[in-house]
């Protein structure tokens, strides 16, 4: 997926449309005693500007403890594990990563999880497991796993050279599972041999994996599943060899490593995919049918509460099509419990918002009534049980005693996502539990019995608090209130607010956006780094969020910082995100035209220097930007982008754009490179030297285009990085090579007048643009 985000920066605006007043978190109090200059250096620095930032909170299964990943002071990047008495507050440290790692170098295998799951720049402890009894955690750490105990101690369970992926504990606790060399293996967590209960044939052929597209597109981490009584495992087995081999560099500061990667591109083939059922000790192996047609997406694999069947959903290539299959683990025969199906101009979106109740009935969530709500499905029959101009964005718990049902969703407001409750007798009853001004998302216990909230608000970064059943704070986990003492305090007094706003798209559509302005003085007119996203699948960008210290950095600078989202992005329903179906480089291009219409006709804008940022699918968006609506703006910034949409993942690519042996005009339309002369304003392209998503193909293929045509540009190739950019030193040195640049082409340039805004609408003079299908 291409919503890798590189560093926050955003936040703000004023409006076009009305402006919607709503309940604000507080604001920041100045002090000016403590204020000191908020430079590039310290907002990459350690500790973070936004303060403590936990990872992973989880609850011990007793609910005496709560766990959680801290960053060390002294490096932003390298987490240990944390724990904290539920009742007293008391807090130690279980795992200390810099102590108990060895240090050794990742297995390349595990380094492309970590990139899949956007933690590649993070180090010590990224993830861990409880045991079931709560006495003991399971820690991955340098490729090897440990065992820790409540009492600080910790034990080391493997040291092999290869390393071991997806670790978890079963769920009876007698057992650590792990993947090593392409197979599964379990190991007695008390101590003894790991056992291997796959032999596969190694090669091309993986067992316990998941395929590169369901990391990356899918959203599936695993490719194995422990029955709850431990008596069986359901196993994926891909075989990868049917997929295209890509020659991938990845160019380091000290050498080139040369990867054949597997990468199945648009229109190539996917890997063959199957699902076996085996007992505990590998034994019974049972192959499960999911139905003649190989050419499938193994999406979701869940176990019956009771470990009587699975639930598998199976998605069509075309992404059209799911089927929620009811599977017999002895015999591997399935039945089809229902089917969802997308539209003629439209797909499915995936989710993890379902639960199966002890009744075998369903919790589902479902976009069928354009927008994303829940259901519930018993016995053939669907109940709604939310519904409205509005979506759920997640499913957080049931209690299924009181009949209760958690969920995250935009109802009070497109912008805040809130915690909210219904009982299931009771559909469409819901009542809010979080406050108002702030964004939340929510965990909660497998009993149902507490919540685990975090929020946050444009003046106050991630704050994370304990919370009963009726979403009462029972305890903060991490305050986070900047008050002396806090990283960020001493840079209150210039925090500048963030304003939102809304203005209309050429077909009516309301699309919000989000300002920060330095402080105003009369007649004075300002610059404008305005950043954009765009892209479909990915969470929306204009939310009543923290966005980190960049954007007032920025601001600090003397820019307006500004961003909008599009039609094609998520959370606003499907009518709205379908706009970009069979057509990227389209609406997302007029809507981003649309905002900068309304910058310009704002007093206290410079209209000759909007400046535009993008990285991945924002990146291939500053470039069709400079393409279509030469002269707008004055200089862009492209980050590891996309040029061609044939270069990239089936997955994601096929979902919005179709299958480029079917229609190869949408992928013309939407491509960057053959456009690349037409860009007259000033570029600055940079990309990861070893980026494994977006291959750095994609930007030699437009740079050689680029000067081919002689058509200018600037460019800033990054050794030994990925699509995230970033690390010690390397994000400094990024921001100053955008911002150098944006300075010499934009901020400190003179200009005279800006170009005439172009028409979108309009018939194109001769010869015609392919823009691609409308």
């Given at each position: 997926m291409?919503?890798?985000?590189?560093?926050?920066?955003?936040?703000?605006?004023?409006?076009?449309?009305?402006t919607v007043p709503v309940p604000q978190a507080p604001a920041p109090v100045p002090v000016a005693a403590e204020t000191a200059d908020l430079t590039l250096?310290?907002?990459?620095?350690?500790?973070?500007?936004?303060?403590?930032?936990?990872r992973a909170l989880r609850l011990s299964p007793d609910g005496t403890l709560l766990t959680s990943l801290r960053p060390r002071p002294d490096d932003r990047e390298r987490f240990d594990l944390w724990a904290t008495d539920t009742s007293?507050?008391?807090?130690?440290?279980?795992?200390?990563?810099?102590?108990i790692g060895s240090g050794a170098e990742l297995s390349e295998a595990e380094k492309m999880q970590r990139e899949r799951a956007r933690i590649g720049g993070s180090k010590g402890v990224v993830a861990y497991d409880w045991a079931p009894d709560g006495k003991s955690i399971l820690v991955p750490l340098d490729g090897d796993l440990y065992i820790a105990t409540l009492d600080g101690n910790v034990r080391r369970l493997t040291d092999t050279p290869g390393g071991e992926l997806n670790p978890v504990v079963s769920p009876r606790g007698a057992f650590v599972s792990f993947v090593r060399d392409q197979n599964l293996f379990v190991q007695p967590i008390a101590g003894g041999a790991a056992r291997a209960l796959t032999k596969g044939e190694g090669g091309t052929v993986h067992w316990g994996e998941a395929e590169f597209v369901a990391q990356e597109e899918m959203d599936r981490r695993t490719g194995y599943w422990w029955s709850p009584d431990e008596r069986y495992v359901a196993v994926e087995r891909f075989d990868e060899a049917p997929v295209h081999v890509a020659t991938r560099a990845a160019i380091g500061a000290t050498g080139t490593k040369v990867f054949e990667q597997r990468y199945p591109a648009a229109g190539t083939p996917n890997v063959l995919v199957e699902l076996y059922v085996m007992k505990a000790d590998g034994t019974g192996q049972v192959k499960v049918n999911l139905g003649p047609e190989p050419d499938i997406y193994l999406a979701r694999v869940d176990w019956m509460p009771d470990g009587s069947g699975l639930l598998v959903q199976r998605q069509s290539r075309d992404q059209k099509r799911l089927d929620i299959l009811r599977v017999d683990p002895?015999?591997?025969?399935?039945?089809?419990?229902?089917?969802?199906?997308?539209?003629?101009?439209?797909?499915?979106?995936?989710?993890?918002?379902?639960?199966?109740l002890r009744d075998g009935s369903l919790i589902w969530r479902s976009e069928r009534?354009?927008?994303?709500?829940?259901?519930?499905?018993?016995?053939?029959?669907?109940?709604?049980?939310?519904?409205?101009?509005?979506?759920?964005?997640?499913?957080?718990?049931?209690?299924?005693?009181?009949?209760?049902?958690?969920?995250?969703?935009?109802?009070?407001?497109?912008?805040?996502?809130?915690?909210?409750?219904?009982?299931?007798?009771?559909?469409?009853?819901?009542?809010?539990?979080?406050?108002?001004?702030?964004?939340?998302?929510?965990?909660?216990?497998?009993?149902?019995?507490?919540?685990?909230?975090?929020?946050?608000?444009?003046?106050?970064?991630?704050?994370?608090y304990l919370a009963d059943a009726d979403g009462k704070r029972l305890r903060w986990i991490n305050e986070n209130a900047i008050a002396p003492g806090h990283p960020y305090f001493p840079h209150l007094a210039s925090h500048e607010p963030t304003k939102f706003g809304t203005i209309k798209a050429a077909d009516g559509t309301t699309l919000h956006w989000e300002m920060i302005t330095p402080k105003?003085?009369?007649?004075?007119?300002?610059?404008?780094?305005?950043?954009?996203?765009?892209?479909?699948?990915t969470g929306q960008q204009v939310t009543r969020g923290w966005q980190g210290a960049l954007p007032q950095f920025l601001v600090d600078q003397g820019w307006i910082f500004f961003q909008i989202d599009n039609r094609g992005s998520y959370n606003r329903g499907k009518a709205f995100e379908d706009q970009i179906y069979h057509a990227m480089g389209t609406v997302e291009v007029a809507d981003q035209l649309a905002g900068a219409e309304y910058l310009k006709s704002l007093p206290f804008v410079n209209p000759a220097k909007i400046a535009t940022y993008g990285w991945s699918y924002g990146g291939y968006m500053s470039i069709k930007m400079l393409e279509k609506t030469p002269g707008v703006y004055a200089a862009a910034v492209s980050g590891a982008p996309v040029t061609d949409w044939s270069l990239y993942?089936?997955?994601?690519?096929?979902?919005?754009?179709?299958?480029?042996?079917?229609?190869?005009?949408?992928?013309?339309?939407?491509?960057?490179?053959a456009d690349a002369a037409k860009i007259i304003d000033p570029l600055l392209?940079?990309?990861?030297?070893?980026?494994?998503?977006?291959?750095?193909?994609?930007?030699?293929?437009?740079?050689?285009?680029?000067?081919?045509?002689?058509?200018?540009?600037?460019?800033?190739?990054?050794?030994?990085q990925t699509h995230r950019v970033g690390g010690p030193g390397v994000g400094e040195h990024l921001w100053k090579t955008i911002l150098n640049f944006l300075d010499r082409t934009v901020k400190n340039r003179t200009l005279v007048t800006a170009a005439p805004m172009p028409d979108l609408n309009a018939a194109p003079a001769e010869p015609a643009v392919n823009t691609g299908p409308k």
């Open positions: 291409l919503g890798f985000a590189l560093a926050s920066v955003g936040t703000a605006a004023m409006a076009a449309d009305q250096a310290r907002v990459f620095a350690s500790p973070d500007l936004s303060g403590q930032q936990p007293t507050g008391a807090e130690r440290m279980l795992v200390d990563s810099a102590k002895a015999t591997g025969r399935t039945t089809i419990l229902f089917s969802e199906k997308a539209g003629a101009k439209s797909w499915l979106n995936l989710s993890d918002s379902y639960h199966v009534s354009g927008y994303g709500h829940l259901y519930r499905f018993a016995a053939g029959k669907w109940t709604q049980l939310t519904k409205g101009d509005w979506v759920v964005t997640g499913l957080v718990g049931v209690d299924e005693d009181k009949r209760r049902v958690y969920f995250t969703g935009t109802r009070d407001d497109v912008l805040e996502q809130h915690l909210y409750a219904l009982n299931i007798a009771k559909p469409g009853d819901v009542t809010r539990l979080t406050e108002r001004g702030y964004t939340n998302s929510a965990t909660m216990d497998g009993s149902a019995t507490r919540l685990i909230v975090s929020r946050s608000g444009p003046a106050q970064p991630a704050q994370v105003l003085e009369p007649g004075k007119t300002y610059p404008v780094f305005f950043q954009h996203y765009g892209g479909p699948g993942d089936t997955h994601y690519t096929e979902r919005y754009l179709g299958d480029p042996r079917l229609d190869p005009q949408s992928y013309a339309g939407s491509a960057a490179i392209l940079i990309h990861g030297m070893a980026d494994d998503n977006v291959f750095l193909d994609n930007s030699t293929a437009f740079a050689s285009q680029m000067q081919k045509t002689g058509t200018p540009f600037e460019m800033m190739f990054y050794p030994g």
